[in-house]
């Protein structure tokens, strides 16, 4: 690369009028057809997308409907990120369509930036049609002809104002911080069409902005955001081979297998999980085995007005979710309801509004008990029981253990054993997967993973307590039905 000021570009503007008009048929034509592989296997030959890399691209560029704004791809090491990364941010520079595009890459610093950065540079050099086209300096790309750039940036809040970016790649997103996502995510969509696409492995622990985007892309309801997550199952051998041909999609073609068997003997475990299962490793003490609860799901049941439920209610004032659950005499959990704080440090619980669900609940259901937390909403209880009958209304005391462990132990054992049915709501799912046992004298009791945590339980806790007065009510019932018969 020349020092000093650039010659001004002579060639003609580059003609893509054969290829596909858009979607990932045109990102695979053009890495066909301009891009060649800048290093490794297959080094110097035209860049292929495997079937599974197509995937990935037919879920960021769609042929048809709207495209995604925000994407996150969580994936082990060796599996081609960078390279992965690099067509897309040269496509976004030369064949996306957009006048003046913008393309951002984005990492924890400028070495790490530069990775991709150096990758697009040289794929445009290994391809004189590429290469007749820009001006290549320290720090970006310059294509003069539709005044289209690519930028490499630190990952720091100051350096990612006022940018206008068409495409913005967060290249380890494991390792960047909210503030920093904030940042990336409030410069985007200025435009009619911009993606923000983070790539990473997963992060060293949940408190991190990547866990909360996995948690969201699991969901699956977000049709603007698009989530693609390699993975082992959780729990797996570490030399179950199967298990790294579910997480590692390049196993057997550019990543080798003898490889991975020599790391897995030098590496520690929670690492090997981490770099090459695309595992999260610090939820690994969660409360419950991985897969449990999910296989407890019965979507398909309706809890029909007038049947018999216990309700159970875990309140906060204003930092943590609140929670009403309900479970029905034969042990089958649904949500309610549940109120979490947006991210507004100004938030408080809308009291009134969730006066406004009990009581329509109560209409709803033959409630034959309400078991509510005292804590921060005494007046409410006691209103409750004025207006729903004190003896079906009671107070529970989440933070007594005496109560709780037997209680936790009894959820516990039912989903063990499949005793236990729920309807399959996300946000439960997410608060029973937060769940982090802590063993007491008394029994395990559910905690969150550390004081002040972001991680919500207060469902999953409602759940423990909607279950256990289900259970009483339902025994005291089946006791009462046996008598009969004397």
């Keep these: 690369m020349k020092s000093g000021p650039k010659a001004p570009i002579t060639a003609k503007p580059i003609a893509l009028v054969h290829l596909p008009v858009s979607g990932a048929k045109r990102v695979d034509a053009f890495a066909r057809q301009y891009l060649k592989v800048p290093k490794g296997e297959g080094v110097l030959q035209p860049f292929r997308l495997r079937p599974w890399q197509l995937q990935i691209v037919e ?10 704004r925000q994407a996150l791809l969580s994936l082990p090491r060796g599996n081609g990120k960078t390279a992965m990364a690099a067509v897309l941010g040269a ?26 950065f150096r990758a697009v540079r040289r794929m445009i050099a290994l391809q004189p049609k590429l290469a007749e086209q820009v001006h290549i300096y320290q720090d970006r790309i310059l294509v003069p002809h539709t005044d289209s750039e690519l930028r490499a940036l630190p990952a720091e809040a100051g350096a990612l104002l006022g940018w206008d970016p068409s495409l913005m790649i967060v290249d380890e997103l494991a390792v960047v911080t909210e503030n920093v996502w904030e940042a990336v995510t409030s410069a985007a969509g200025k435009r009619a069409q911009s993606l923000t696409l983070a790539i990473s492995t997963p992060a060293e622990t949940p408190e ?13 309801g977000d049709p603007l955001f698009y989530f693609k997550e390699y993975a082992a199952p ?3 051998p570490l030399d179950d081979e199967n298990a790294w041909a579910a997480a590692n999609p390049a196993l057997d073609d550019f990543l080798f297998r003898d490889a991975l068997r020599a790391t897995r003997r030098t590496m520690r475990e929670p690492a090997f999980r981490r770099y090459r299962l695309g595992q999260w ?10 897969g449990a609860w999910e296989s407890c799901t019965d979507a398909t049941r309706v809890v029909t007005d007038g049947d018999r439920v216990v309700l159970a209610f875990d309140g906060s004032a ?11 005499l034969d042990g089958h959990l649904f949500v309610v309801d549940v109120w979490a704080n947006p991210g507004d440090r100004g938030w408080r619980v809308p009291r009134a509004e969730v006066d406004t669900v009990v009581a329509a609940a109560f209409d709803r259901w033959d409630v034959v008990e309400l078991a509510a937390d005292p804590w921060g909403w005494r007046s409410e209880i006691e209103s409750w029981a004025k207006r729903h009958g004190e003896k079906r209304v009671l107070e529970w005391n989440t933070a007594a253990a005496q109560r709780m462990a037997p209680a936790t132990d009894r959820l516990y054992q039912a989903v063990m054993t499949k005793q236990v049915t729920h309807d399959g709501d996300s946000r439960l799912a997410s608060h029973v997967a937060h769940c982090v046992a802590k063993n007491t004298p008394l029994g395990d009791l559910v ?3 550390k004081r002040g945590s972001p991680r919500k339980i207060d469902a999953a806790v409602a759940a423990i307590v909607a279950f256990d007065r289900a259970a009483w009510h339902g025994n005291k019932i089946v006791r009462k039905r046996g008598a009969s018969f004397r």
């Design 59 to 68: 879920g960021l560029y769609p042929e048809a409907g709207p495209r995604p």
């Design 91 to 116: 496509y976004g520079l030369f064949a996306d369509g957009q006048e003046g595009a913008s393309v951002l890459i984005v990492a924890s610093d400028e070495r790490q930036a530069g990775h991709v």
């Design 208 to 220: 991190s902005v990547m866990w909360r985007l996995v948690e969201h892309g699991r969901t699956g």
């Design 234 to 236: 959780d729990g797996c």
């Design 281 to 290: 490793t610090g939820i690994s003490e969660t409360w419950l085995p991985w």
């Design 318 to 328: 204003s930092g943590d979710s609140t929670a009403l659950v309900g479970c029905t």
């Design 447 to 449: 905690t969150k993973d």
